[in-house]
């Protein structure tokens, strides 16, 4: 998959943190539950780097601006550190582009996995009273209403899953080739 292991490290360092601030971003847009102990452990990883950047960097609505901020940041940081390894060259264009289509494409990756576990738990164990299946059922709960809002149940069946899985899919395809 990787040919150089130095460069797989860095990536899965940089993804793994870029993935724990991009889950605190879906958690306050959702307004997922604060107090979940998975959500507790969001807030104290992200804390340190993101309280200094909301003293400049103020939140528009819903959306905390300074969690995006740090998941740009966290992601050019990857970009720029492979682009170093590698020993390429890319211009300040390549940068943004890397920087915009990987941090997007990352968040599409935690909807996926957060929608298949959503679904294996529906079939397993519906209406679990654990706090990370509580957490899932709160970050893709809006996912579901806005499709089922388009596409009804059929007699008790619901095919929202499918096409926001569709979605996710075609989108990921299209930013696949930008994302590291």
């Given at each position: 998959m990787y040919s150089d292991p130095f460069t797989m490290l860095v990536k899965v360092i940089c993804n793994l943190y870029l993935f724990i601030v991009l889950l605190r971003l879906v958690l306050q847009l959702t307004r997922a539950d604060f107090y979940n102990p998975i959500s507790q452990g969001v807030v104290r990883a992200t804390s340190p780097l993101i309280l200094p950047l909301r003293k400049i960097i103020p939140a528009i609505g819903r959306l905390d601006t300074a969690s995006l901020v740090l998941a740009f940041a966290v992601q050019l940081l990857t970009v720029a550190l492979v682009v170093l390894i590698k020993g390429v060259s890319l211009s300040p264009a390549g940068y943004a582009i890397y920087t915009i289509a990987g941090t997007f494409y990352h968040l599409l990756d935690l909807y996926f996995w957060a929608m298949l576990i959503s679904v294996i738990l529906s079939w397993v164990a519906p209406g679990a009273s654990h706090p990370g299946a509580m957490l899932v059922g709160q970050i893709t709960a809006p996912l579901y209403r806005a499709c089922?809002?388009?596409?009804?149940?059929?007699?008790?069946?619901?095919?929202?899953?499918?096409?926001?899985?569709?979605?996710?899919?075609?989108?990921?395809?299209?930013?696949?080739?930008?994302?590291?």
């Open positions: 089922q809002r388009v596409i009804p149940t059929l007699g008790g069946l619901d095919l929202s899953p499918i096409f926001i899985f569709l979605t996710i899919s075609f989108l990921k395809q299209i930013l696949g080739p930008y994302s590291l």
